[in-house]
């Protein structure tokens, strides 16, 4: 079957030539020959082996599959396995699975092409932490049955609390004692322990069991039931003033750790103020965002989260000033000082307090800032120095300094939480001062009265600038020359004893007149200290650009007035209207104040507070009540909504989504059947989001709608609908996007079966009916029930023996619809040699048998 086509050279070949020799094979039935080929050179002989291989496959595949570690959220997770032939002709194969563990593969069976691959996919279910080691078997074509192993290790996705330092887990932080109005702040450190990113949120739970808030735990159980006025204020407390958390949403990557700042800041909500202990246990729930069911109660979802509890006492500033808090100085002269010694003390057992006077005018304080450590004293001066006569009441301002931590920013600062008044008082007299005059010998010198003869003995206490005695000239035209009738009347007039100031006039283009003849006065200027005219100009030039600067900032500032005043009254509630113009306020009664109170607390979460139990839940009643079945719009249309779903999330917003269930368990649904679930979402935002639903899966096909614009505080849901016409389980999941950007899967579970219906009893008993003689009928009822979800199509057939049958039923056939029931009726017909017992074939169509065995029971009367 070989054959061999060559021309030998009849003379020696050449260096560098060649001969070329073609064998053909040409195979007549399928098996493998063998033949060799005789090359001779010169003296040698070289044996060429020849093989005819007939057309086969080669196949191979993969021994492992390895899913590695995952999360356990009960998502179908996917991997590929290739079936690559080799060979030079098409192969078969054939995966069979008999484990425990739902798997699914697909395709199970098919044919490999000649140099090519066949991709294999391989489902597996996460629902529940497992450790995933299963064997396929596989039937390859030439090479026999192959084991495949599917390994996998699902993990919980775990959120710890760890402690920055030690690294332990923490169940509790103690705050310890702080300050009404300070802050004391405290690091954990969150560590996601999965091989899978994790968004959280954290969320105080105010309404927890065992929590506590402004209570005096140190008190009697009889004391504390007798004032519960504290107890019912504290109910309508914001909580999430009580505790920041800093950051309180964020994304961990996987086994990564954050750290997280809690700052505990307690508030005063007793009646007299400062006057109680208030301790507080609350608790702080770090959640992973997801898939969260809430009341929709899915069977299988579980929520990742870590309860962190939280203790602290507030304690009130307890500094006591002796003597105060009037503090009377007693009376001094100008120039003297009057002190005071006072003592603070400290009452409180376990804080120190750190004061800071503030600086006011007339009075020292020494020293001015100090700390006083628990149940001790210090002693401080007050001085008073005042520099002026009079009466002095003023309040002097204590502040006490504390930590606290800057809202939304993780700088601690120290600051005044805390402030005390002191009142002083202080009372400084003048002395009494004898003026002495003596007679002026006639030189006039610089500083005298109007007509020069009595001067004060007094003048260092006067400046060094000689007065000007002006007066307008048409006050008096008494002693005015003839001459200077005209004058102006702008023109001032200098007293006699101005001489040493008249020759350097205060402007220059002012004149100066005597007081009786209003004869103008030589005025000297002297060139070297006067202005030019350049520098004048300059100056007044000066003195318009700053008058105008400050013009501006004041119509800046009226502007920004305005456009305050604006923004108030520029609402849909307030009009601007002025209660003096006649509108009179309406009575609010105690009714309408809880009710409005309520509506506030009801009103969507800032995106900066932390999140609490009873604030979500109060906005999700209300989201849950405003329920729109219809009508929604597929894509975003108007300019809101688009603006609204193109936002990006955050984690905190997610949180406050809630669609689910995420595992929706059809239960046993009949093939050829239709079943709805209801896919809830509740939007419990003030923006629209848009819902994106993608499904591949054949057996979900008729869900819809895929997409929809959910408006703002609203409910609505999507018919999810299953059908399949395979029995078996079923567990497929789909994916659905929020605003096209974030991710989430909804599980699919179900068990496709055949139409099925059942008895009330597998036997009956007919007994004769008291009363009737004995050859009348005998009668009874057995039920038959539909527990599916198909309407079932049955027929009753009787089972023939030798001595034939004495029973019948009615009705034969008929249908039963999906869960409901049908009464037949069972007639036994007396007779001779009729038998006493029969049976029945409950047959259903497409569906199962059930037997009933039936029985008369007969008396005989002697």
């Not at 008073?384 to 006569?389: K, R, Y």
């Not at 607390?601 to 009643?621: H, Q, V, W, Y």
Request: aromatic share 8%; with cysteine; glycine share 6%.
């Amino acid at each position: 079957q070989f054959k061999l086509i060559v021309e030998n050279p009849e003379k020696p070949v050449a260096s560098g030539l060649q001969v070329t020799a073609l064998v053909e094979y040409f195979p007549e039935k399928k098996e493998d020959l063998r033949d060799r080929l005789l090359l001779l050179i010169e003296n040698d002989t070289v044996d060429i082996p020849l093989l005819g291989l007939i057309p086969c496959c080669y196949l191979e595949i993969e021994p492992e599959i390895n899913f590695g570690t995952v999360i356990a959220n009960s998502q179908i997770i996917s991997k590929e396995i290739s079936i690559a032939n080799r060979g030079s002709s098409s192969g078969t194969f054939k995966v069979s699975y008999d484990g425990v563990i739902l798997l699914n593969i697909g395709p199970t069976s098919g044919v490999v092409q000649p140099k090519s691959i066949k991709i294999v996919k391989v489902d597996i279910c996460t629902d529940i932490p497992r450790i995933i080691k299963e064997v396929i078997k596989v039937e390859l074509e030439g090479r026999g049955c192959t084991e495949v192993w599917i390994k996998a290790v699902v993990v919980e996705q775990v959120l710890k609390v760890l402690g920055v330092s030690c690294g332990n887990v923490l169940k509790c932080i103690n705050f310890g004692p702080v300050y009404f109005g300070s802050s004391k702040t405290e690091q954990i450190s969150l560590y996601n322990e999965s091989p899978k990113c994790m968004d959280w949120v954290a969320v105080l739970e105010d309404n927890a069991i065992g929590g506590e808030m402004g209570t005096d735990l140190q008190r009697s159980a009889d004391a504390v039931l007798q004032d519960l006025s504290l107890k019912n204020r504290t109910t309508d407390v914001d909580v999430s003033t009580l505790i920041l958390c800093i950051p309180n949403q964020g994304t961990l990557l996987p086994y990564e750790k954050s750290v997280v700042t809690l700052c505990f800041s307690p508030k005063d909500f007793s009646v007299i103020s400062h006057s109680l202990q208030q301790d507080y246990v609350l608790f702080l729930r770090f959640e992973a965002v997801g898939n969260k069911d809430g009341y929709l109660q899915a069977l299988m979802n579980r929520s990742h989260h870590v309860e962190l509890a939280l203790t602290g006492t507030g304690l009130p500033v307890m500094l006591i000033f002796n003597p105060g808090p009037v503090i009377k100085f007693m009376d001094c002269f100008l120039g003297e000082q009057t002190q005071v010694l006072c003592t603070l003390r400290n009452e409180s057992e376990s804080l120190p307090a750190t004061f800071s006077f503030r600086k006011i005018a007339h009075f020292n304080i020494s020293p001015e800032k100090g700390k006083i450590t628990k149940k001790s004293t210090k002693d401080v001066i007050f001085s008073f120095s005042p520099h002026q006569i009079g009466t002095f009441k003023v309040k002097q301002v204590v502040d006490i300094i504390g930590t606290g931590l800057e809202k939304n920013n993780l700088q601690v600062l120290k600051m005044s939480f805390h402030q005390m008044h002191l009142s002083f008082i202080g009372v400084c007299k003048s002395k009494r001062k004898n003026i002495l005059f003596k007679i002026n010998p006639g030189i006039t010198p610089i500083i005298s009265n109007a007509t020069g003869q009595f001067v004060a003995d007094g003048t260092k206490q006067c400046t060094d600038s000689a007065p000007v005695a002006m007066l307008k000239s048409t006050q008096t035209h008494i002693h005015t020359h003839r001459i200077n009738r005209n004058c102006e009347g702008d023109a001032l007039i200098a007293f006699p004893n101005d001489r040493a100031a008249s020759i350097r006039p205060s402007k220059l283009n002012k004149k100066y007149r005597t007081i009786f003849t209003k004869t103008e006065r030589y005025n000297y200027i002297d060139p070297e200290f006067s202005y030019t005219d350049c520098e004048q100009l300059s100056k007044e030039a000066h003195k318009e650009y700053y008058k105008d600067f400050i013009s501006s900032l004041r119509q800046r500032r009226l502007q920004k007035e305005a456009t305050r005043q604006f923004s108030i009254y520029n609402n849909s509630v307030s009009i601007g209207l002025k209660p003096a113009e006649g509108l009179m306020s309406p009575v609010i009664s105690i009714t309408d104040f809880h009710k409005e109170k309520s509506r506030f607390r009801m009103l969507p979460l800032d995106e900066n507070s932390l999140l609490t139990s009873r604030k979500l839940a109060a906005i999700g009643f209300k989201s849950s009540i405003k329920e729109i079945c219809s009508g929604l719009n597929a894509m975003p249309c108007s300019t809101q909504e688009k603006e609204d779903c193109s936002l990006t999330l955050t984690s905190k917003q997610l949180h406050q989504l809630l669609i689910g269930p995420s595992t929706m368990d059809f239960g046993d649904v009949c093939v050829y059947s239709t079943t709805a679930r209801k896919l809830h979402i509740i939007n419990n935002l003030l923006v629209h989001i848009w819902i994106q639903i993608e499904i591949e899966i054949d057996e979900l096909q008729k869900t819809g709608p895929l997409s929809q614009v959910v408006p703002p505080l609203t409910k609505t849901h999507i018919p999810v609908v299953f059908e399949t016409n395979t029995p078996g389980i079923f567990k497929r999941s789909f994916t659905y996007t929020i605003n096209n950007q974030h991710l989430g899967h909804v599980l699919v579970v179900a068990k496709a079966v055949s139409v099925e219906l059942e008895l009330s009893a597998r036997e009956l008993i007919l007994n004769p009916i008291p009363g009737y003689l004995a050859e009348t009928e005998f009668r009874t009822t057995v039920t038959v029930y539909n527990p599916r979800n198909h309407p079932a199509e049955f027929t009753w057939k009787p089972v023939i023996t030798d001595r034939g049958t004495a029973f019948s039923i009615q009705p034969t056939r008929g249908f039963v619809e999906a869960y409901r029931d049908l009464e037949c009726e069972v007639v036994w017909h007396p007779g001779f040699n009729s038998p006493e017992a029969g049976e029945f074939n409950l047959c259903v169509r497409k569906g199962n048998t059930v037997k009933l065995k039936c029985f008369a029971k007969v008396t005989i009367h002697t």
